[in-house]
């Protein structure tokens, strides 16, 4: 069964926030350089670049109140992987959390669609 274009894109990019959220914890934890941690965000970005405007013209999107809060999520997480709290002194771990949610979200949906 072939996936919709909808479900491919929620997929790959629920794995992408999914690697966003344990680079930024890793990175926190001293397992990888800040370095590191920040060229792979800028991968991380690139990827997920017009991810709200690509689910809502996608074939196979869910219904329009599922749909919104996708792409609210993503948003969150979007702006997460733009701007990610690689300092001590931010909030990382809400950075995190979100991130996660949002990888969830979107492959929970990408399931279902």
Do not use: I
């Not at 479900?7 to 629920?14: F, N, V, Y």
């Not at 999914?18 to 930024?24: K, P, Q, S």
């Not at 869910?62 to 909030?91: H, I």
């Amino acid at each position: 069964m072939t996936k919709s274009a909808f479900a491919t894109r929620a997929d790959e990019a629920g794995g992408e926030f999914a690697a966003a959220a344990f680079t930024l914890q890793a990175a926190h934890e001293g397992k990888l350089t800040s370095a590191y941690a920040n060229a792979t965000f800028v991968n991380y970005a690139s990827f997920v670049r017009n991810l709200d405007q690509d689910l809502t013209k996608a074939s196979g999107a869910p219904d329009a109140a599922t749909l919104s809060q996708l792409v609210v999520l993503s948003r969150q997480a979007q702006e997460a992987v733009t701007q990610p709290c690689l300092a001590d002194s931010c909030n990382w771990q809400q950075q995190v959390v979100v991130l996660r949610e949002t990888s969830k979200a979107l492959r929970s949906a990408a399931e279902t669609s």
